[in-house]
Structure formats: C-alpha cells, structure tokens
C-alpha cells in the first residue's frame, strides 16, 4: 500500500514499525550500538547474511526512518544520512572520484562547495572546471577523457540561477557521467531532479527540511547503483547523523509541503512588492516573469521558492542599513526556518571567495539574500521598509 501514497502522504505515514507499545508517534533510539540474540546471529550479520542493525554509525531506526521517507520524496532507491549537509556534500563528490579525476560544475555554487573543489580536492589530485549554469551548449568543451562527475545547484545559493535539469541528463548521459544535484534551495517539494536523469541529489536537511532552525543534518538519494559506493565511504569515515536529529527532521517532514507553500507564496509577493521600491535596483526570484529564466522554471519547478536575493543600489553600506534596521528579520547566515532571515553574502556565506570570483557569479557588494518565513507578510514589509 506505501508504495501507492502520495509523497506527501508518505512523508506523514512513513513511519518505522511501531514496537510492542504500540505507540503514535516514533520514538527515540538513542543508542550507540545494537545486540544480538546469539553469537552466530551476531557473526551473520557481520557477514552480511542477516539483516540486523550493528552500530548507530552504519544505520538507526530513526535515521532509516527519515532515508526513507527522503527517498519516497525524491523517488530515489537509497540514500544515507549525514550530520550536515556540507558533509553530504563533500561525500558526494569525495566517494566517487579518485587521483587524476575531473570534475565537471557549474559555476554558481555554494561558498563552501566550491572551496571543496578548489582547495580541498586538488591536493589528492581531482581536478576540476567550472561551466555557466545557464549556457549548456558549452558544456561540452569542459569535458575531458578523465570527467566523472557533473556537479550542479538548482536554483543556485544566493543569485538563484537555474540550471535546466533535462538538458543536464542529456548532457551526462552523452558524456556518460555521473549526474550530482545539490537540490537544497527546491527541496522534492517543488523539484525532483531524478526525474530528469540525476543519479545522487544531495541536501542541507538543516534547511527546510527541518525548517525551524533547530538541527543540523544532510541527505544523500540516489540510485542503488551509486549509493553503494557513496554508502561504503560514510560507514567508513563516520559522519552519520544523530538519532535525534533525524527524529527531528522525520517530524518535520510531515509538514514540509504545508509549509513550503506557505513559504513560496509569501516569497512570490515580497518579490513583486519588492521590484517597486527605491533603493532596489533588481529582484531575482524564479517566479518573477523578469528573472532571465522564469519560462525554465515554470518548466521544471512547481513554485518559486522561498528564498528571495536583490540588489540595492547604495552597496554595502545600503546593506548593512537595511539588516541594521531590521526588528523582525533575523540577520543570520542560515535559511529555510519559519522566521525569516537577511544575509549579506558577500560579507558572510561567500566572503572566502575573491572579488572576481562573487562577480562572476553576480554577488555584488548591495546583494542580500532573504529567506522568507512564515510571519504575515505585512509585517515582514514594514520590516524591510525601515531599511529600505
């Protein structure tokens, strides 16, 4: 019958055999380790003939919980659990690719994605290239005889640049890569990148998975094919995720599409509200019939997001006014919580890269990126106007 669910019903009823209690709600297992009825029950198990939970860092039954519930979302056949998404992140890319492979990623990524690619991964001798996000007709040229991997975001943190997912598994499929989205920003929610091809798609559960600012957590879905591999490195080298942080977002995931319209609907009017004020040189969300690809993401997403970036025209200084001023925004460097959040990115979550390299990707000193939450959005405009 699960098989048959909705998503969104899944993400509610998705839950782990009750236990003799017979309880509602999942409970805790905040345990280390795991007993077995007898030695040679506990040798088969090593030996991989029975199917028993050995140690929190392998798997738990509140982190299988959530995987599960992650997979029937995104429609992928496995997936692990890590203890932040950057560490999903780096497990994406470090577990398939060894000295003297490429890496193919489009430019727009996170601040700390691309420090990966940069200073982390060369000194065991990856390489990599970065391709516009937005050109895929050049694509191609970056490709090289030892190119393993297409690593991408859609929508991109902060410009919120599209990458078209189709066009993406065309490519991969051509070049026979592996095909990596970081589907954070979206969430299965409004995009399902394994629809068009990708084989690993990798989260920040911190975001709006567990949406309320409270724990940290990564999630990586994909084919049974690559999660073997990618399952192998986590086990190994032990960045599992709590047994409390994943009863957390579990729980959270039950309201995920509530609160995600919520979110894009609110987003979608501060965005509109926004292009009409001074100060306000450009507002960048994918719903907005003036982003450069609002037909790609009518396309491909069911809604815009909850995340809203725009330019002011005084720079730095007009930011640091409008986040100084702000009484009910937050000012943070997280996203995705029922509060909403201003950040500079420029000064914060992309400071570690050079000038050129912001401009490249359109962070300019007057970008901010919002996270807009779930307070009347009447309030959250009178908030901004205080800054604006």
Not at 195 to 219: C, I, P
Request: glycine share 8%; net charge negative; hydrophobic share 40%.
């Amino acid at each position: 019958m699960a098989d048959k669910l909705s998503p969104q019903t899944h993400a509610i009823r998705g839950q782990m055999p009750r236990t003799e209690f017979q309880e509602h709600s999942t409970p805790l297992f905040l345990t280390s380790s795991f007993t077995f009825d007898s030695a040679e029950s506990m040798a088969a198990t090593f030996r991989g003939e029975e199917d028993n939970i050995i140690y929190s860092r392998y798997n738990n039954p509140n982190v299988d919980e959530l995987i599960a519930k992650a997979c029937a979302l995104e429609g992928m056949e496995a997936g692990f659990a890590t203890g932040s998404g950057m560490a999903a992140v780096f497990a994406s890319l470090a577990a398939l690719v060894q000295q003297g492979d490429h890496i193919v990623a489009t430019r727009a990524l996170f601040g700390s994605t691309h420090q990966i690619l940069t200073q982390i991964l060369p000194k065991w001798g990856v390489t990599f290239t970065y391709v516009e996000p937005d050109d895929p007709d050049t694509w191609s040229a970056a490709v090289r005889a030892n190119t393993v991997l297409f690593v991408t975001e859609t929508p991109s943190n902060p410009g919120l640049k599209l990458v078209d997912l189709a066009k993406a598994g065309e490519f991969c499929r051509a070049h026979e890569l592996i095909y990596v989205v970081d589907n954070c920003f979206a969430t299965p929610v409004i995009q399902r990148p394994g629809e068009f091809g990708a084989d690993l798609v990798t989260h920040s559960a911190t975001k709006w998975m567990d949406g309320q600012g409270r724990v940290l957590g990564g999630l990586l879905l994909g084919s049974r094919r690559v999660m073997e591999k990618i399952t192998f490195f986590c086990r190994h080298t032990g960045p599992a995720m709590s047994p409390f942080n994943a009863w957390v977002i579990s729980k959270s995931l039950e309201t995920l599409h509530v609160r995600l319209a919520a979110h894009c609907k609110a987003a979608l009017e501060l965005a509109e509200w926004l292009t009409e004020q001074r100060g306000v040189a450009k507002v960048f969300y994918p719903f907005l019939p003036s982003h450069p690809q609002y037909e790609l993401a009518k396309r491909q997403m069911s809604a815009g997001g909850g995340i809203v970036t725009f330019e002011l025209t005084g720079g730095i200084d007009a930011a640091n006014r409008l986040l100084n001023n702000a009484q009910v925004c937050t000012r943070s460097s997280n996203l995705g919580d029922t509060r909403t959040i201003l950040t500079h990115p420029a000064t914060t979550t992309h400071a570690k890269l050079t000038v050129a390299e912001r401009a490249s990707v359109g962070i300019t000193d007057g970008l901010v990126r919002m996270s807009v939450g779930l307070e009347a959005v009447q309030d959250l405009k009178n908030d901004l106007s205080r800054g604006l």
